[in-house]
């Protein structure tokens, strides 16, 4: 109930012109703040669903093949095709593109293994106001939420733990000799695309994308509520 009056409240506003909007949005506040401190519950469920949400993402991308035999699966990048494609007919490296998938990938399972304790504090730090927002979200709000807040950081943070991931894997090396090999075959343009921020940017995609299917389950799914918490919080919208 306390949810949908929230919602009501939020929908007269965003029909009213500007300026009035303006001089309502102090009420809005004010008693969308009472009804969710009324209703503690709220908050706490939504930081419950990115629990879980961040909890089931991260374990499954980071186990053994999590993102290899997933449609997260990061491919070569665009700009490197035309190395592999030349690559394939020189011996020794017939399955250069199959090895470099190989590894790129389980550089990303290492990294994602990083994660958590970076989404926890954007979780345990929500306010009021990212919960409001969150609750009167579009279905991925939540985990727009996170993306805005941790992306950066998780980007930070994967960059030394893919480049070692990388390197113990041999994939830099690999890539290194691939694009060397490639610039000595006459008449080819030079190319030497770094593969750390491809990866990099892959493993984030896929984490997110999966954080996100898991948060639009919660809010569709009744199945998907394991917990009393969440059975309570979310059916309010149902």
Request: glycine share 6%; no cysteine; net charge negative.
């Amino acid at each position: 109930m306390h949810v949908r009056v929230a919602l009501l409240l939020l929908f007269i506003a965003l029909s009213m012109p500007k300026a009035q909007a303006q001089k309502f949005g102090n009420f809005i506040r004010k008693t969308t703040r009472a009804l969710f401190q009324e209703d503690g519950d709220i908050g706490l469920g939504l930081k419950q669903a990115l629990e879980f949400g961040v909890n089931q993402a991260v374990e499954q991308l980071s186990a053994e093949d999590g993102y290899l035999d997933s449609q997260y699966k990061i491919l070569i990048p665009d700009e490197a095709r035309k190395v592999i494609s030349k690559l394939k007919l020189i011996p020794g490296f017939e399955n250069v593109e199959r090895d470099l998938i190989e590894k790129m990938n389980q550089a990303a399972e290492y990294a994602a293994r990083e994660a958590t304790p970076i989404f926890v504090s954007a979780i345990t730090s929500m306010t009021f106001d990212d919960a409001l927002q969150i609750l009167s979200g579009d279905q991925d709000a939540a985990t727009r939420y996170l993306e805005r807040t941790t992306r950066d950081q998780l980007y930070e943070s994967f960059m030394p733990v893919i480049q070692k991931a990388l390197d113990e894997v041999r994939a830099r090396e690999l890539w290194a000799t691939a694009v060397n090999t490639y610039n000595q075959i006459p008449f080819v343009k030079r190319v030497n695309p770094e593969l750390d921020d491809h990866v990099n940017n892959a493993a984030l995609n896929g984490l997110f994308g999966e954080i996100e299917k898991k948060e639009a389950g919660i809010r569709s799914n009744q199945d998907e509520r394991t917990t009393e918490l969440l059975r309570t919080v979310f059916g309010k919208q149902d």
